[in-house]
Antibody, heavy 119, light 110 residues
Framework: QLQLQESGPGLVKPSETLSLTCTVSGGSISSTTYSWGWIRQPPGKGLEWIGSIFYSGSTYYSPPLKSRVTMSVDTSKNQFSLKVSSVTAADTAVYYC???????????WGKGTTVTVSS | QSALTQPRSVSGSPGQSVTISCTGTSSDVGGYDYVSWYQQHPDKAPKLMMSDVSKRPSGVPDRFSGSKSGDTASLTISGLQAEDEADYYCYSYAGSYTLVFGGGTKLTVL
């Protein structure tokens, strides 16, 4: 059974770069039919799609975040990663990684990791 | 600000039916049959309840159904149960492997 697990620092200082990794287990990240994505949820608010990446490295980002987001994939480690630069308090959220079949919907989710932006 | 519009809250008594709407535009909901719905209980990860407008993943009760008309998609829950109380989010494919989201609806089972 495919499982995803987010990891990374829980506290990031304002103006710095947030970095998270999602480890995929129980299956291969190298599929032409899936993309892998990041979704976040600020405290008390709704879900926000951040972006998606295929194992080939093709990326697709949410327009409002595009200038600050970078995603990458490491097929040798079965992992994909997220970087958000120049963070502010508004980037404080629970960050989820997910599997996205054909780029259309999220069918497997990680448990989420909380990231707080604070000095 | 969410791209898709959902009611902030809906409610119903056990055994009743409720419908949650999700309104977008011809660039997202109206343009593709790729609307999905997610259930989220407090402090839990979201769970896929419906994909491609009306496809129920394995394990999701058939009390849940999805539909779409024009730029509005809907999730209907019949035979409400206490465990259905949760937040529900809609998402739509918007072209070029991008996704747009709704603001979420809180379902209260009275």
């Amino acid at each position: 059974q495919l499982q995803l697990q987010e990891s990374g620092p829980g506290l990031v200082k304002p103006s710095e770069t947030l970095s998270l990794t999602c480890t995929v287990s129980g299956g291969s990240i190298s599929s032409t039919t899936y993309s892998w994505g990041w979704i976040r949820q600020p405290p008390g608010k709704g879900l926000e799609w951040i972006g998606s990446i295929f194992y080939s490295g093709s990326t697709y980002y949410s327009p409002p975040l595009k200038s600050r987001v970078t995603m990458s994939v490491d097929t040798s480690k079965n992992q994909f990663s997220l970087k958000v630069s120049s963070v502010t308090a508004a980037d404080t959220a629970v960050y989820y990684c997910a599997k996205i079949p054909s780029g259309r919907f999220m069918d497997v989710w990680g448990k989420g990791t909380t990231v707080t932006v604070s000095s | 600000q969410s791209a898709l519009t959902q009611p902030r809250s809906v409610s119903g008594s056990p055994g009743q039916s409720v419908t949650i709407s999700c309104t977008g535009t011809s660039s997202d909901v109206g343009g593709y049959d790729y609307v999905s719905w997610y259930q989220q209980h407090p402090d839990k990860a979201p769970k896929l309840m419906m994909s491609d407008v009306s496809k129920r993943p394995s394990g999701v009760p058939d009390r849940f159904s999805g539909s779409k008309s024009g730029d509005t998609a809907s999730l209907t829950i019949s035979g409400l149960q206490a465990e259905d109380e949760a937040d529900y989010y809609c998402y739509s494919y918007a072209g070029s492997y991008t996704l747009v989201f709704g603001g979420g609806t809180k379902l209260t089972v009275l």
